[in-house]
């Protein structure tokens, strides 16, 4: 009985870490794609996600009025960044909550993060943003 609690134990505790790496990958992904690091933010995405990535430093790129465009890169420098709940979809699969503080605004935007592990090359890949 000893022994079989000490495995769950340790059992428990690899999915601890599993998933606070996989917590961490997100947490990694959404602060460097809210301060618009996007090559930081698209080297933690699978390649699918890296595309949405991709258009969304396109779309910064884009903006041809440099007071503009410095306006977006200060507002997002001082957005503040919360990790929520964590969500274990299973051994390989979890959601990340975060609250977005704007700065002047009352109600946070909420997105998550969706982390999947790539068994292929062992490492945590970011797959979704919602």
């Known amino acids: ?6 495995a769950a ?3 428990q505790g690899c999915s601890d870490r599993r998933v606070r790496e996989a ?3 997100a947490d990694s992904f959404i602060t460097a794609f809210f301060a618009a690091d ?3 933010a698209a080297a933690l995405c699978s ?6 990535v991709d258009e969304s430093a396109a779309s910064v790129d ?6 503009e465009k410095a306006a977006f890169l200060e507002l997002s420098a001082e957005l503040e960044i919360h990790a929520g709940e964590i969500y274990e979809m299973g051994q390989d699969s979890v959601i990340v909550d975060f609250d977005i503080m704007v700065p ?4 946070p ?14 490492v945590w890949k970011v797959v979704g943003m919602r």
């Open 1 to 6: 009985m000893i022994l079989a609690l000490g």
């Open 9 to 11: 134990a340790a059992l």
């Open 23 to 25: 917590a961490d990958v």
């Open 38 to 40: 996007y090559d930081k």
């Open 47 to 52: 390649d699918s996600m890296r595309a949405r």
């Open 62 to 67: 884009a903006i041809s009025d440099s007071l």
């Open 104 to 107: 002047d605004e009352l109600e």
């Open 109 to 122: 935007m909420r997105n998550s993060v969706v982390v999947v592990l790539d068994k292929a090359a062992d």
